[in-house]
């Protein structure tokens, strides 16, 4: 299986890796079958215009190279957007920027995306519901 190097450049140096120490919001994902699992942290602050921003996050993941690029990558994009902007990162705007990435590892994004997904519903107080493709779990 042959990774980009932008993904292993996020797998060997992760941005953002870590805990926030009072988040706003945390979003819980995985799947313990694969042992792919990823927590993201948002602190979310005011902008100029009010617009509610993700001003700091951060991710502790426990899987593979894809799933820990995923998160690192996740997380740069997210940064500094508004929670709107963050809101709309799609798996494949993730796996496009680590350079692309193997069929098998796609649900990597995937997790990453929801897990995004999550922490803002959290901050909100709202539930969240993962909603992966059941052919993205098929090689667990």
Known sequence: MQYSKI???HFKNPRNQGELKS???VG???????GDM?????EVDKNKKGEEIIKDIKF???????????????TEMAKGKTIEEALKITREQIAEKLGGMPKE??????LAAAGLKKAVADYRGETFT??????EHAHC
């Open 23 to 25: 988040p706003d919001g």
């Open 28 to 34: 819980e994902v995985g799947n313990p079958v694969c």
């Open 38 to 42: 990823m927590k993201i942290y948002i």
């Open 7 to 9: 993904l292993m450049d």
């Open 60 to 74: 502790q993941t426990l899987g593979c190279g894809a799933a820990i690029a995923s998160s690192s990558m996740l």
């Open 105 to 110: 590892k796609i649900h990597c994004s995937v």
């Open 130 to 135: 993962e909603d992966l493709e059941e052919e």
